[in-house]
């Protein structure tokens, strides 16, 4: 069996990624913020779950600040994250205080798209009710 020593393993090198994308998801229970590069690939992620939140205040804007301040330090001290292209995805009360937080943070919010769901055709309906 062949073993793996310390001295096999790699340090992951650290990208640097100044322009890159950051996806909000504010739905009415969590916010999830990610940062990724141009391609989409997640670079840090934070959630207002994983910020400490817990039942109905993660869905708050506070919990969504909170999250958004986590995952925006990460990406500036590990990749020297700058600029970013935001997609906004939900209609939670997290919204709008992750973009204002982003700016706060001294990353340059370049463009803000909303890419929630539209439905079109809606749910099957119910059976016809017999009388």
Sequence with gaps: MAE?????KRKKAKRSVS??????LASFNNTIISFTDGKGGVLT???SGSSGF???KKGTAYAAQVATEQAGQAAKQLHGFGKADV???GIGL???AAV???QTLGIQVESIKDVTGIPHGGVRPRKARRV
């Design 4 to 8: 793996v020593t310390a001295a096999t």
């Design 19 to 24: 322009y890159g994308q950051v996806h909000v």
């Design 45 to 47: 992620t934070a959630s």
């Design 54 to 56: 817990r039942g109905s």
């Design 87 to 89: 997609f906004v995805k």
């Design 94 to 96: 997290g919204r709008e």
């Design 100 to 102: 204002r937080t982003l």
